[in-house]
């Protein structure tokens, strides 16, 4: 038999699975004006942002944190909570037969732009200037890799990639790595940070996003 022994959750609706569920019992809306960039000159202007989100409150260090996109702190702050709700006593487990498996659709977007943003900008005058932490930080696997570094996981580790279907995927790897002996434990689930001028505007040019911005809740 495969269980589901914990959860944790970074959404729209509260930083916690606890917030999150009685805001939706409460009929909360998640959805309200974009506050992370300008949206002055974009078809949509709102969007269902996570709030008040700092990974030092979940023991992220501070220096870490700075190594990983949004995406990733959102991915190892729910894995967190995870583990700490199922209670396993990690001394105790065989790691080696611990594995993540996490569902993202595209990765480091966040990272991405403001690398080739700032190349853009200025790379004609002084060459090419990047980042040492660009691709780690961009790369779509590293969540997973992020969250093995963590607990010293040796399992099963990889991402699946199947646009809105991700993180569902990720959920059936891992009940199938766990049902076919090649796993007893699976960190799994999915993360995204995708709120930017080019995922904003990606998705409007193809007609994608709601436009009704003076309803957001709606």
């Keep these: ?96 037969r611990i594995g993540v498996v996490y569902g993202v659709g595209i990765g480091g977007m966040i990272t991405f732009e403001e690398e080739v943003g700032n190349w853009s900008r200025t790379g004609s005058t002084i060459g090419p200037k990047f980042s040492p932490f660009f691709i780690p930080k961009m790369i779509a696997d590293i969540c997973a890799g992020q969250i093995s570094i963590m607990y010293g996981f040796h399992g099963p580790n990889f991402i699946t990639s199947s646009a809105c279907a991700s993180s569902s995927n990720a959920l059936a790897e891992a009940f199938n790595l766990i049902r076919l002996g090649k796993a007893d434990m699976i960190v799994s689930g999915g993360a995204e940070a995708a709120i930017l001028p080019s995922g904003v505007g990606g998705f409007n040019a193809m007609h994608a996003l709601s436009t009704r911005n003076d309803e957001p809740e709606k």
């Design 1 to 96: 038999r495969v269980v589901v022994t914990g959860i944790g959750a970074i959404t729209p609706l509260g930083n916690s699975v606890e917030e999150t569920w009685q805001n939706m019992l409460n009929g909360v809306s998640g959805a309200g004006p974009i506050t992370r960039f300008d949206t002055t000159q974009f078809k949509t202007q709102f969007a269902c942002e996570v709030k008040d989100f700092k990974p030092a409150d979940f023991g992220i260090d501070r220096k870490e944190a700075r190594k990983m996109d949004l995406y990733c702190q959102y991915a190892l702050a729910g894995a967190i909570q995870g583990i700490k709700d199922c209670g396993i006593d990690l001394d105790k487990a065989d790691k080696n």
